[in-house]
């Protein structure tokens, strides 16, 4: 007790002196809230981006490389391009990498349900030309008009996992057939589906009900195209009520195939599995995102052993990825910086001040240990000193902080913005020298950026325009950790200056 109330006797004898060590803390610790809270902002930023998006990889063919293998293959002066394929398996087995942060799949084939009137049936079934979703590889369909038979391969229906318009609100799900048991939902298992609520109520279904829906895989042979029939067994886990056609475009419909209403959302593994090697009409896609940018080429590597051909390339969307993070991981490189800098500059200063007071305290000091007080007891009154004061200037320091911490942030942002605008391009055209503003992500077509679309290449994200900073526990911890290590500081010094003289030296000196 008495450490503590000759300590805070001290602070108000030497008031100029702590108020000039109290200076030097307080702008340390205003400096270092300012940079740590907006070095681990972005650094949670950063992380989150990489989680929920990665890098997203681009196949895109070549089309000089395909016009040199066309020109290669050609005999008697014809040539013939065409566009390369992949095969659904494919998409599948380029999924499976330990270099990718996440894979989107999508699939898709006509399908008939044999059990189920179709929702304007009157209208006939589709053609047997594949509806072609984004990101479905183009060119695999078959044609309508079988020589054995111009009725066959027609389609009401399309067993389908495009989810994409409950995102924009033009589907969502409903519950007006939820019953005490069973509530509508989305299918999580093998074989189960949704179907629209005007398919449930043409056909008087409910939650629960089963049915069967068939469709086929096509090959090319010696004797011309072959089918295989394929089934599945579904069950009705949940209804979607649908806006996604406007009554115009209804009326307007060609076939029932073209309602949307028609459709039968299941899941990815349900449809691939029955994919047959060789064989089409289950239409897959995939977008790959990789964990970092940098893992491009190992990337590459990989699926070329697996069997992707020289006439494609593989890019990444590092716009986009640099787009959004490049302008943070500035920011946050200059908040580290800042916050090494301050911390150096200012233990130097600390420390300087520090030795000065024990300096000018010396002769009390010897005092002190000349009345019997131990080293340790007075370095501990000397530290709880320099405590207090970390203390008070902690608190109006976290206060000033986290007030200034923002506009400072906006200012540093926009200038990170600016550098990055500046370096990055507008649109890189993929497909190497000679390709062609055409190409395919994943397996699908990349359309143009006029209307609204992209090129290939195209930043397709946008940086963040407002970065937000804010003070979080851990950030509090830092802080204080550095508080008490700058106290610490002072307390080191103090021991190093009193041990290395005995009272009765001191007192001589002072005589």
Known sequence: MYIIKNAMQNLARNKGRNLMVGAIIFVIIVSVVTALMINNTAD??????????????????????????????????????????????????????????????????????????????????????????????????????????????????????????????TRQLDDSFDTDDLQSRFPENNNECILSSDLMKLNGMKLGDTFTVTSELMETGEEGMMYTDISWSMTVVGVFSDITQTDDQLDNLRNAWEDKRNEILTTFDTIVSELQDGKTGIMVSATYYLKEPEMLEAYEEEIRALGLGDTWDVTTDSASYNRVVKPVEGLKGVSLAFVVIVLIFGAIILALLSSIAIRERKYEIGVLRAMGMKKLKVVAGLWTETLAITAVCLILGLSLGVLAAQPVTNILYEQQLAAVEDSTPGAVMYGGPGGGASGVIAGGPVTSSMGGMRLPGMSAEEPLQDFDVSLNLITILEIIGIALLLSSLAGIISISKITKYEPIKILMERN
Do not use: C, W
């Open 44 to 169: 949670g930023v950063i992380n989150d981006y990489k989680a929920r998006f990665g890098s997203e990889v681009r196949l895109s063919p070549n089309l000089q490389r395909i016009q040199e293998e066309a020109i290669r293959n050609s005999s008697g002066g014809g040539m013939r391009m065409s566009m390369p394929q992949l095969a659904a398996e494919d998409y599948v087995r380029f999924g499976q990498s330990d270099l990718l942060q996440k894979v989107d799949y999508s699939a898709s084939t006509n399908a008939n349900a044999s059990s189920l009137e179709a929702v304007n049936k009157d209208k006939g079934p589709g053609g047997g030309a594949m509806r072609v979703f984004v990101g479905a590889p183009v060119g695999s369909n078959p044609t309508s008009d079988s020589q054995d038979d111009p009725e066959a391969h027609q389609f009401y229906h399309r067993l389908t996992t495009n989810y994409s318009e409950f995102q924009d609100g």
